[in-house]
T-cell receptor
Framework: DAKTTQPPSMDCAEGRAANLPCNHS???????VYWYRQIHSQGPQYIIH???NNETNEMASLIITEDRKSSTLILPHATLRDTAVYYC??????????FGKGITLSVRP | DVKVTQSSRYLVKRTGEKVFLECVQD?????MFWYRQDPGLGLRLIYF???????EKGDIPEGYSVSREKKERFSLILESASTNQTSMYLC?????????????FGNGTRLTVT
């Protein structure tokens, strides 16, 4: 099964950048890293994904290390609405798309 | 806008009942997934399907079965509901290029088995 490792929780101040780490040391060359977030009582929402290069969209930036064994999701200016559980996953060899427990981000005023 | 619709937001069933959870997507996606979510355990994959009439076991298939008779619909079946199947159930879909295509989730069905 494709497994990622994330710290259980972190917090940041509103307006500051939130940097969420993820380890995926068993990722293979053709597997993408994905980030999703889940706000209480809703289904997870796609944020961003990447293969090798850093990626940016209107929601966030994704920084992938050169060896691809870890990545960081950056929310450049966190708001209270960014308080959520964030999941980092990658596609496994059998495409099971296994999620872990995620990281709970708390944005404080 | 893409849409994954789960037929019920809340469901209460009795132990031993046969339960059907329905999921419909309007994006012509090949792949569909069923997860359950429990506090402290994250999302765990129950079953997935990559085509009509095809199914694959996920990490926790015991006590569940699935049906995919049409491309847009993926049903999760609890043959004989038990209290340990009380959970939030989430359906998701993605297009054929699974490596490079994000999952789209429904808003979940919160099932309580009494």
């Amino acid at each position: 099964d494709a497994k990622t490792t994330q710290p259980p929780s972190m917090d940041c101040a509103e307006g500051r950048a939130a940097n969420l780490p993820c380890n995926h040391s068993t990722i293979s060359g053709n597997e993408y890293v994905y980030w999703y977030r889940q706000i209480h009582s809703q289904g997870p929402q796609y944020i961003i994904h990447g293969l090798k290069n850093n990626e940016t969209n209107e929601m966030a930036s994704l920084i992938i290390t050169e060896d691809r064994k870890s990545s960081t999701l950056i929310l450049p200016h966190a708001t209270l609405r960014d308080t959520a559980v964030y999941y980092c996953i990658y596609t496994g060899a059998n495409s099971k798309l296994t999620f872990g427990k995620g990281i709970t981000l708390s944005v404080r005023p | 806008d893409v849409k994954v619709t789960q037929s019920s937001r809340y469901l209460v069933k009795r132990t031993g009942e046969k339960v059907f959870l329905e999921c419909v997507q309007d994006m012509d996606h090949e792949n569909m997934f069923w997860y359950r979510q429990d506090p402290g355990l994250g999302l765990r994959l129950i079953y997935f399907s990559y085509d009509v009439k095809m199914k694959e076991k996920g990490d926790i298939p015991e006590g569940y079965s699935v049906s995919r008779e049409k491309k847009e619909r993926f049903s999760l079946i609890l043959e004989s509901a038990s209290t340990n199947q009380t959970s939030m159930y989430l359906c998701a879909s993605t297009s054929g290029q699974i490596y490079n295509s994000p999952l789209h989730f429904g808003n979940g069905t919160r099932l309580t088995v009494t």
